[in-house]
């Protein structure tokens, strides 16, 4: 059209044919200037430190994307200059020749000046756009660029939009080995920022049921048929970006982790719709269980990746994981799967709802992390309201249920008892019962809990409750859980009805010690443990009034007093507690010791304990006389010593034969008699309320050192 223009109107004029030489001089020099200027801005893009975005020169995108460079490199651009500065030194009758006529002639010649227009028209374009855009230099310069920025990660999104689409073709990790190839080139700063921009720009998609929005490329992908393989594609893809991160130590925070977590869900979502004879929920479950055999990524759809396990640091990190998990994809219809038992399931509504279940099992163990930060907040995703007025909020059943099995399998650490205190508080009062009643009659050889009886205290009276563990609904449960547990077939469902019933007694009876002497997994001292937990009466000490010691049948080759004694001095802590010492002092006014308790037994508390025992001088000759009395004895006999009352350890006619014993027990412990005195004086402040001082510490130590030396 040009062309024909020129032709007709000769809208251009190229002056003199003796002036056309020096036209086509004058645009090779223009075009040997724009060369040196090339020269020179690549010369500038090296030596700029400013000049690299995410690996991306800033200069290259400005002068050859802004500007329009590009035209310059291409073959349109060549045609045209070589067409140009040919012409003029050809002769017209050569021209004519290689024509065969010479009607072309003026065609010929309104070419070649179109052309001039052409090239000078586009020399002129760049030159007034390079004037326009020296700012972006100077801003390049003091590092404000954000116009620029914006160009190379437009530049970034298209180039690897198009790489997804090649990988998810052919089914190759190229896209994976690019991002990563290409953040090795930039410095570690900016890493973070290029990897989370791409995938977000891959995988991000907004919804598409409003079509006035912008849907990413991802999406558009996802639409087609041809596609069906792509959410384990998907699957696959983010499984291997977990490792290359780690691999590459690429430092992302946990709400980077966790967005790239629930962007699998998105695309695994997005990409699930395009299954016409399946819904999406069993299509996800069909990504998620075929790689059920994989132990590096197990089979649950909320299993949080380790990475995102070794990001959280506090508390407020748990929260945002809860907070991130109620967002994902699937979450609200896991919920119902999970909270509607008594409905009948489908294999992939099961899925939702054991992969629930498994991850509140991991968001418990979470927060058992860092359980003294829930007292420093009065709300949580997870548990609501945690502030002391809101006790009464509990948990649903299900997450109630999770919670107990959770618990009865839990150490007994310091730690760990003050989160059972903070779980129980969520908890209805047959979760209680029945985790005490599991503890207490627990039938393993060793079991620590069983000692917690004033955490179990705690946690039963810590709010006032209507309901009562005698009642039928609350006993109900806990002979089910009990039934159902991992000691459920030695606990039988009266022993815990029994102990319903009798837990608000004023006073022992034979028939009930003889009841707990009877039970494998009850003793007295259990029992009274049980009344101290349950019992709204436990302010007053349980009597033995009208009680004949003698009627007690006994089965045990060992009295069930010392028995008892045994227990309860076994469980310091309780002695410093007014209902056991008040039912110890109840008990003890009935207690004789024999020679067989001096002789056999070593554990000095059981006599110290008795605030009514007092070893008499005759006794004490007669003991060391005619036996070999026990370590209990001797040590009781220790703490003794700055008590006038035994003076005649000191300076009796078998004060020798004390002295050789006390020797013999000091040297099997392998201490000095210091630390021995220290280790005893403290162990008996732990589980007594009467304490011995510094002085008669010292005190002790002094009339030990005179007894063994003289």
Known sequence: MLIAFQQKYKIVSAGNEESYLTLVIGILTLYGVLYAFFQF??????????????????????????????????????????????????????????????????????SWEICLLLIFTLYLNIFLRTLGNMRALFNMQESRRMYLDVLIKDEISEEY?????????????????????????????????????????????????????????????????????????IYNFFKMLYKKIEETKIDLNLSDLLNIWNLQAIAINNSSVIEKDKGKYEQIYNVFSTYSNDRSYPDNYFTLPLEIKKKVLSYNDVELVHECVTQRECHGYAIDSFTNKTKKSNEYETFFSKSYEKYLIELLRLYNKFVDGIKNNEYSHFWGFIGSSYNSEFMDNQTSEIIYDYMINLECTEQNKKYVLFLTRKLKLKFKVSLVFYHMLYTGSSWEWKNEVVL???????????????????????????????????????????????????????????????????????????????????????????????????????????????????????????????????????????????????????????????????????????????????????????????????????????????????????????????????????????????????????????????
């Open 41 to 110: 801005t690549i010369s500038y893009a090296l030596q700029n430190k400013y000049d690299k975005f995410w690996g991306r020169s800033m200069t290259k995108t400005l002068f050859l994307k802004r500007l329009g460079f590009n035209i310059f490199t291409s073959s349109i651009f060549k045609v045209l200059i070589l067409y140009a500065s040919v012409y003029p030194i050809l002769e017209k009758k050569a021209i004519e020749i290689l024509t065969g006529t010479s009607r072309y002639n003026a065609v010929i010649q309104a």
């Open 456 to 710: 179990f205290r705690r946690i039963v009276q810590l709010e006032w409750n209507s309901e009562t563990i005698y009642s039928k609904a609350i006993l109900g449960y806990v002979c089910h859980r009990i039934s159902k547990s991992n000691i459920g077939h030695r606990i039988e469902e009266d022993l815990i009805v029994w102990i319903s019933q009798h837990i608000n007694i004023s006073r022992f009876n034979e028939k009930i010690i003889e009841r707990c002497l009877m039970e494998s997994y009850l003793s007295p001292t259990k029992f009274l443990k049980f009344i101290y937990i349950f019992s709204e009466r436990n302010s007053y000490p349980i009597g033995f009034y009208d009680f004949d010691f003698m009627q007690v049948k006994n089965t045990n080759y060992r009295r069930w007093e010392m028995v008892f004694l045994s227990d309860i001095v076994s469980s310091p802590q309780l002695l410093k507690v007014d209902f056991f010492v008040s039912h110890l002092i109840q008990l003890c006014r009935n207690i004789s010791y024999t020679t067989e308790d001096y002789i056999y037994e070593d554990d000095y508390r059981v006599f110290f304990c008795n605030i009514h025992f007092n070893l008499s001088e005759k006794d004490f000759y007669a003991l060391f006389y005619n036996e070999r009395p026990g370590k209990g004895i001797v040590e009781y006999l220790i703490l003794k010593l700055p008590d006038i009352t035994y003076e005649y350890l000191m300076s009796g006619i078998l004060s020798s034969y004390y002295a050789t014993r006390v020797r013999d027990i000091i040297q099997k412990e392998n201490k000095s008699i210091q630390e021995y005195v220290e280790d005893l004086v403290k162990k008996t402040n732990e589980c007594s309320t009467i304490t011995i001082s510094v002085l008669d510490k010292e005190n002790i130590v002094g009339k030990i050192r005179y007894l063994i030396e003289k």
């Open 161 to 233: 939009r198009e790489s997804f689409e090649y990988s998810c073709r052919k089914n190759s990790n190229f896209l994976l080995n690019s991002i990563f190839a290409e953040l090795k080139t930039i410095p570690k700063e900016e890493q973070r920022d290029m990897l989370m921009y791409v995938i977000n720009e891959i995988f991000f998609s907004i919804d598409p049921s409003k079509p006035n929005k912008k849907i990413s490329g991802f999406f558009s992908i996802c639409k087609h048929d041809e596609f069906n393989y792509k959410p384990y594609f």
